[in-house]
């Protein structure tokens, strides 16, 4: 049994917390409270511990991103599938390449809200593999898992 | 543990938190003009100490270090610190403690707590005594 870091970026607001308390069974904020630096959170996969990093977008904490993001097996970029949104986090996403050694994969956050651009626009901009989601409906729950399964297998990770 | 009055203060400082930047210094008063703490420097640490994490949960309220300590009051995303000079106690209450967990590892008991009582139990009566 193994422990696996997966880190969660994106800019303020996106939705990162709320993805983590999605995946930990806990309810869904009511309302925005920024996440101050970095916060953790757990959950067991199959025969793996997966510590879910949830790292704060705001400008003055991402100096803290190359520490932390260190040892990551899987890093997600998350958006709220805003165009004005998507095309900043490819920002981000350029830094994130200059650190080398885990996969990145997005997703499209907010699928519920008029004008969210699609998974596969998203990904076209991004150009990584692109996931859509709705992290306020519990029910998204099953599909956030089967999404961290098919990137572990990705990874060779294997989740019995 | 601490004792600390109004000619101990160095500075008062104030954070904010931006929804895009993060912490941002809105206010440095400095009460004394030998404290040269760079708060410059230290703002966006001092809001991590204070704040990091989740907001629901628990969040120091009082940080001891070797030259100053510093008191938050938080109210909603904004931190008000006062930074104290000096650090009376601080040494004589940590070498306490280490004793204590030192104690703790041998596997030792701890008295100290029940000798206390007991003074006070023996100062109690001999004032009954006296009365």
């Known amino acids: 049994m193994g422990t696996v870091k997966v880190s969660f970026v994106g800019l303020p607001g996106v939705g990162k917390t709320t993805i983590i308390k999605l995946l930990t069974g806990a309810p869904p904020p009511l309302e ?3 996440t101050i630096g970095f916060d953790l959170g757990k959950i067991s996969f199959g025969e793996h511990e997966v510590s879910l990093f949830d790292l704060a977008g705001h400008e003055r904490f991402r100096t803290l991103w190359p520490q932390i993001l260190k040892g990551s097996t899987l890093v997600i970029l998350v958006t709220d599938s805003t165009p ?3 095309l900043q986090s490819k920002k981000i996403l ?5 650190i080398d050694g885990y996969r990145v994969i997005a997703i499209a956050n907010k699928q519920d809200l008029p004008g969210a651009m699609k998974p596969n626009r998203v990904q076209d901009l991004l150009e990584v593999p692109t996931y859509g989601l709705v992290a306020i409906d519990p029910r998204e729950r099953v599909k956030m898992y089967h999404i961290l399964m098919k990137e572990f297998k990705k990874l060779a ?3 019995k | 543990m601490f004792e600390f009055g109004v000619k101990d203060i160095a500075a008062i400082v104030k954070i904010d938190f931006d929804i895009e930047q993060g912490p941002v210094l809105k ?10 703490v760079n708060i410059e420097d230290l703002f966006v640490n001092i809001y991590l100490w204070f704040m990091g994490g989740s907001l629901d949960k628990p969040k120091p309220r009082f940080i001891a270090f070797d030259e100053f300590s510093i008191a938050a009051f938080i109210k909603e995303m904004e931190v008000t610190c006062v930074f104290i000079k000096g650090n009376d106690g601080l040494e004589k209450s940590m070498s306490h ?3 204590i967990v030192e104690k703790i590892e041998r596997g030792e008991p701890i008295t100290e707590e029940k000798k206390v009582t007991k003074s006070i139990t023996r100062r109690r009566r001999r004032r009954r005594r006296r009365r």
Do not use: A, C, Q, T
């Open chain 1, 32 to 34: 925005y409270r920024p």
């Open chain 1, 84 to 86: 004005v949104n998507v």
């Open chain 1, 94 to 98: 350029e830094e994130l390449k200059k």
């Open chain 1, 157 to 159: 990770l294997e989740v």
């Open chain 2, 27 to 36: 206010e440095v008063k400095k009460l004394d003009e030998n404290f040269n």
């Open chain 2, 97 to 99: 403690i280490r004793e």
